[in-house]
């Protein structure tokens, strides 16, 4: 760590570098303080004695009290030392703060990261169900549509059984209507003899009467039941009508 720049000692008549005896102690501890002589005055904040600073604010003799300038010294190492503690206190409380805003920037950047992630995540489940809806709307047309072919079948299965029931029952009573006229019972004769009185032994009787009338009335029938009594209704006419014919 970089050092306070010297701080020399104000003395106008400047500080002796030997003693009476030659010795060079006093000198030398001034360099290892890093003091230099007749330079610049010692600041205002260096917390030294009052009686330091008004010798160092006198000039000094040639020969002077060297403790006092051993304090001075002293003075000026203690104040290196606390100047060089702060500095060091500083930085280190400048390198926290310049980790723990690191870490903040780290956190935020991780916090950033999950919320994008969760972002992702979320619009990827939207698009899952926007596409399950799809397919579920897709499947519910394609249903809809199969059930309508279905219906549509069945009505034209349904159309095509009552025509040809229809078809039956027209050929039915054609075919009755032939064979009724073949024996002679056609037009007003025939209703004439539909209508005879149960009273008279010797007309058709209204049993066998009863019969034909039968025969014209289940037509209305579904087929396969119109087909099975049009077939035994004719079969009973048959013997009707030879039974009558037969008598008379």
């Not at 009052?50 to 002293?74: C, G, I, M, N, Y």
């Not at 199969?146 to 009552?162: F, G, H, L, P």
């Not at 002679?184 to 004439?192: D, H, I, K, L, N």
């Not at 035994?232 to 009558?244: C, E, G, K």
Request: with cysteine.
């Amino acid at each position: 760590m970089a050092q306070p720049p010297p701080l020399p000692l104000p003395t106008p008549g400047g500080l002796a570098r030997t003693t009476s005896s030659g010795s060079m102690s006093t000198y030398a501890a001034l360099r290892h303080a890093n003091f230099q002589v007749n330079r610049t005055a010692v600041p205002e904040d260096i917390a030294l004695p009052e009686t330091v600073r008004a010798a160092l604010r006198s000039a000094l003799p040639t020969e002077h009290d060297f403790k006092l300038e051993e304090e001075v010294v002293q003075q000026w190492i203690r104040y290196q030392k606390t100047k060089a503690a702060e500095e060091e206190a500083a930085a280190a409380a400048e390198a926290e703060a310049a980790a723990a805003a690191a870490a903040a920037a780290e956190e935020e950047a991780a916090a950033a990261a999950a919320a994008a992630a969760a972002a992702a995540a979320e619009e990827e489940e939207a698009a899952a169900a926007a596409t399950a809806l799809a397919a579920a709307a897709a499947a519910d047309a394609a249903e809809a549509e199969e059930q309508r072919r279905k219906d549509m079948e069945k009505s034209a299965t349904e159309r095509a059984i009552r025509a040809a029931e229809e078809e039956v029952r027209r050929q039915q009573a054609e075919d009755l209507a032939e064979m009724v006229h073949s024996m002679g019972m056609t037009g007003s004769g025939a209703s004439r003899d539909l209508q005879v009185s149960t009273d008279d032994d010797d007309d058709f009787p209204s049993q066998h009467a009863g019969l034909v009338q039968e025969m014209m009335s289940i037509t209305a029938g579904s087929s396969a039941v119109c087909k099975e009594k049009l077939r035994q209704a004719n079969f009973d006419l048959q013997i009707a009508i030879s039974a009558f014919f037969d008598g008379t």
